[in-house]
Nanobody, 123 residues
Framework: QGQLVESGGSLVRTGDSLRLSCVASERPGNSNAMAWFRQAPGKEREFVAA????????LYADSVKGRFTISRDGAQDPMYLQMNSLRLDDTAVYYC????????????????WGQGTQVTVSS
C-alpha cells in the first residue's frame, strides 16, 4: 500500500507563510482524494482541505478559506498545502490523508494517513 509522508512543518510567527508537502510512495488502495487534517492538543482531528487525486477539485474548511491553498499538479506529484497569514490557532499537527471519502470533511472516511508534521505559530 502507498505510504504517505508529510514534511514542511516548522515554528513560525503569526502572519508568516509555510508550505507543507505530502508524498505518496504509490497510490494507496484505490484512493480518489487526498486531504489535510490537523489536530491541536486536546482537540479532535479537524478537516483543513481536500483535493481530488488528480488535483481537479478542492474543498476548504471555512477557517482556512482564503489563507490556505491545497494543490497537486498531477496524480504522480506531491500534494501541497500553502499556508499564508498564519494565526496562533493554526498551531497543530498536520496530517495527510488519502482514501475514497463519501464525505470529504470526515476523518473516518479516509483509510490512509501519514505520521503528521508539527506546525507551531507563535506571536
Amino acid at each position: 500500500q502507498g505510504q504517505l509522508v508529510e514534511s514542511g512543518g516548522s515554528l513560525v510567527r503569526t502572519g508568516d507563510s509555510l508550505r507543507l508537502s505530502c508524498v505518496a510512495s504509490e497510490r494507496p488502495g484505490n484512493s480518489n482524494a487526498m486531504a489535510w487534517f490537523r489536530q491541536a492538543p486536546g482537540k479532535e482531528r479537524e478537516f483543513v482541505a481536500a483535493i481530488t487525486w488528480g488535483g481537479g477539485e478542492t474543498l476548504y474548511a471555512d477557517s482556512v478559506k482564503g489563507r490556505f491553498t491545497i494543490s497537486r499538479d498531477g496524480a504522480q506529484d506531491p500534494m501541497y498545502l500553502q499556508m499564508n497569514s498564519l494565526r496562533l490557532d493554526d498551531t497543530a499537527v498536520y496530517y495527510c490523508a488519502a482514501g475514497r471519502p463519501m464525505i470529504w470533511t470526515l476523518a473516518r472516511m479516509y483509510d490512509y494517513w501519514g505520521q503528521g508534521t508539527q506546525v507551531t505559530v507563535s506571536s
